[in-house]
């Protein structure tokens, strides 16, 4: 009786070294209808609806050479009925600049400052102090992206092979782009490019993806390129504080 | 063989080397499956004592004592500081020398990271030699060091780009550690300009004079961060506990380690009674020809005790072979690393083992305990 209870005991522990060890699994290559990857890239692109603080050093190089930084503080008052966001733009060559947002709930972004913190960007002006279009910036704080399989994979012959596309769910200005399709990489199954596709099928913008945060703080893109007609643009979260929203 | 029958006088030692050769598999199976959960920990724990003691290296190379930073910095790399700061630390009694650096994580345009640092006009860390003549960097200039020349596949008179800005390297620097070969190095206005961060600094590495007392260097630690509230002040210890890597690296391991010594303990618990209750008509025999309770005990202790030293020693090896491997991946995020085995490693590797070997044999003593000498005449 007491060597079977203790077989049993000794299958239990097995049982349990096993799940421990395939606990920490690396992500499936090709998982089923693509769920997993969908709420992996569904948890990448939204934010958290946390209150944070996040800093941004955005690198600007334009197609004749001209460089410039600036760099984008931005404290987040998360709430159901619409995040508020207080934006600090400086940079070498760009004066200091405030501004307040107020994502809707409803979709749209609308103004929360008052004298020239009440100004909404139109979306296809530059943000200041580089060559980026502030569509980016705004799809970026406001957006709720969902993400889907793709019906394009295979079809358009000029694009590299794109099995997933994203959208926004709650678009409040027209966008320069129809689509956004998404390049995973084969390996590790993260995104590697995401592609706005302009209305003639072409690639308007390539964001490629150079660093995700799996650790620590700040767990999302890193580090990424932003490939667009004039030029180049770096983005890089280099601070990042939790909870600093509401004291601010 | 007389001298192995003076040390094993009570018979002790054959009846372990018995036991565990008439069940070769299960001694396996227990062996292996600890060795491997002890290798798992220990790589973890090697990564981060290895990271830890190849910057401290470095620190030591440069006779760095304090490091003055911006208070308040859960993440010390994004420190910011005003460069003006060093030329009044310098002033303050007990200073022996100080030395400021901007750093920085940019983009190479292979699209990995790599850590640049950015030091002022005249220190020695920008110049090189040509032609036995000594030459500081000029703007758009940069030095490398040798490992990050080979990982990165680049080497002087190679033109980069650092965060889309364009850099020539001129030449190799020496480092003072391994950590710091795996960096850039380039002018500090250079770097302030690449990353709009004009006239600040990251920390001000501070040399004290070696005679101070304790009590006299607290009071100059005190003396620094009056300069300006936003400064704090560390040891290079205290830097390293704070270090997001290091100390993330070294939660990871501690915690893993002591799972897999838990697991340990079942797996050596589990296999240990096994093997107790089906020898227990003859450690019944023991008891009735006069073994006590305790030697009886004793056996089982050993026998747990053999098998997790011999687990332990294969554990270390896969730990350190484990850590190499780790440290190389380490090195593909821009982190530079020596494999360094240290005291703490191994003192890591021998408290498991006592303690895996002591509680796992804890269970199968109490059911040796409950044998009695009756058992013998069973069938």
């Known amino acids: 009786m007491m060597a079977l209870k203790l077989r049993a005991l000794l299958c239990v522990i097995t049982l349990l070294s096993a799940s421990l060890v395939s606990a920490r699994q690396p992500p499936a290559k090709s998982d089923e209808g693509g769920d997993t990857t969908i709420k992996r890239l569904t948890t990448l692109l939204n934010r958290s609806g946390k209150d944070y603080r996040v800093k941004i050093r955005i690198t600007s190089r334009s197609n004749n050479g001209d460089r410039n930084i600036v760099y984008l503080n931005a404290t987040r008052d998360a709430d159901p009925e619409g995040d508020t966001l207080q934006f600090k733009i400086k940079g070498d060559d760009t004066s200091l600049q405030t501004l307040c947002l107020q994502c809707l709930s409803t979709g749209g972004v609308s103004n929360c400052g008052s004298g020239s913190d009440a100004l909404i960007p139109e979306p296809e002006m530059l943000f200041p102090g580089s060559i980026l279009p502030w569509e980016e910036i705004l799809v970026g704080a406001c957006g709720t992206w969902v993400v889907e399989k793709s019906p394009l994979v295979a079809t358009t012959k000029q694009l590299p092979r794109q099995d997933y596309q994203v959208r926004l769910a709650n678009a409040a200005f027209e966008n320069s782009w129809v689509s956004t399709l998404v390049t995973l990489d084969t390996d590790s199954g993260d995104p590697v490019y995401f592609d706005r596709i302009d209305h003639h099928g072409m690639i308007l913008r390539r964001i490629k993806v150079l660093e995700i945060g799996r650790t620590g703080s700040w767990r999302g893109i890193r580090r990424a390129i932003i490939e667009i007609p004039d030029g180049r643009v770096l983005m890089e979260v280099v601070g990042f504080r939790k909870g600093a929203g509401k004291s601010h | 063989m007389s001298w192995f029958r003076q040390v094993d006088q009570y018979g002790l030692v054959s009846l372990i080397i018995d036991s565990i050769s008439c ?258 008509q003859e450690l019944a025999v023991l008891r009735a020809m006069g073994w006590s309770a305790t030697r009886v005990s004793m056996l089982v202790l050993l026998e747990t005790a053999v098998l997790a030293t011999v687990a332990a020693l294969i554990g270390g090896l896969i730990g350190l072979v484990g850590m190499k491997a780790s440290l190389i991946y380490v090195q593909t995020l821009g982190v530079y690393s020596q494999s360094i085995v240290t005291l703490q490693q191994i003192m890591w590797l021998g408290i498991s083992t006592v303690v895996i070997a002591t509680i796992g044999a804890a269970l199968p003593i109490y059911f040796t305990l409950n044998i009695t000498t009756s058992e013998a005449l069973r069938k």
């Open chain 2, 23 to 280: 069940r070769p598999l299960r001694a396996l199976i227990a062996v292996l499956s600890i060795a491997v959960a002890m290798g798992g920990g220990m790589t973890m724990v090697g990564v981060s004592e290895s990271l830890e003691a190849t910057v401290q290296q470095g620190y030591a190379s440069r006779q760095v004592d304090l490091m003055l930073m911006q208070a308040n910095k859960s993440n010390p790399m994004t420190s910011r500081i005003s460069e003006t700061f060093v030329d009044q630390v310098r002033k303050i009694d007990g200073v022996q020398g100080a030395q400021a650096a901007l750093i920085d994580s940019l983009l190479l345009d292979n699209d990995s990271g790599i850590l640049v640092y950015g030091w002022p006009p005249g220190y020695q860390e920008i110049s090189y030699r040509q032609g036995g003549e000594v030459i500081e960097l000029q703007q758009g200039q940069v030095l490398i060091g040798r490992t990050a020349a080979s990982l990165h596949d680049l080497t002087p008179g190679k033109t980069i780009e650092l965060n889309l800005g364009d850099f020539e390297i001129i030449d190799f620097f020496e480092a003072n550690s391994f950590f710091e070969s795996g960096v850039l190095f380039m002018r500090l206005d250079d770097l302030q300009q690449l990353t709009s961060a004009r006239e600040t600094v990251t920390f001000i590495f501070i040399n004290l004079d070696q005679d101070l007392t304790e009590s006299s260097r607290w009071q100059l630690m005190e003396e620094i961060e009056a300069i300006n509230p936003i400064l704090k002040v560390v040891t290079t210890e205290e830097f390293l506990q704070k270090n997001q890597l290091t100390a993330s690296v070294r939660g990871l391991g501690r915690i893993i380690l002591v799972a897999n010594a838990l697991l340990s303990i079942l797996i050596i618990s589990t296999i240990m009674v096994l093997t107790v209750s089906e020898r227990r």
